[in-house]
Nanobody, 125 residues
């Protein structure tokens, strides 16, 4: 069982930066495939980024590639999402998710077994 708690959300101007954190409980955190998703008002949820525990390979949505960076600290049971050059279209609730392993459909929310409660990011123009 893994429990996830996000933090670091808030209001930022376009062009600014934020770093989200996702603290996980559970002894096997280091073996989980971790991802970030977001859901904007009135829209479906979107994959943002993911990181593989075994090789630290990272995966990004095209819309955030080059601006967002996902990383993890297994010693702290925490995964991070550094968000730079934020745009108004990045406004959404951001969710941390954990999957028991890597899979080809890592970009699909159905791949993940555990979810955080979400944190709001608002980017003003």
């Amino acid at each position: 069982q893994v429990q996830l708690v996000e933090s670091g959300g808030g209001l930022v101007q376009a062009g600014g930066s934020l770093r989200l954190s996702c603290a996980a409980s559970g002894r096997t955190f280091s073996s989980y495939f971790m991802g970030w998703f977001r859901r904007a008002p009135g829209k479906e949820g979107d994959f943002v980024a993911a990181i593989n525990w075994s090789d630290d390979n990272t995966y990004y949505a095209e819309s955030v590639k080059g601006r967002f960076t996902i990383s993890r600290d297994n010693a702290k049971n925490t995964v991070y999402l550094q968000m730079n050059s934020l745009k108004p279209e990045d406004t959404a609730v951001y969710y941390c998710a954990a999957a028991r392993s890597y899979g080809a459909y890592y970009y699909s929310d159905s791949h993940y077994n555990y979810w955080g409660q979400g944190t709001q990011i608002t980017v003003s123009s």
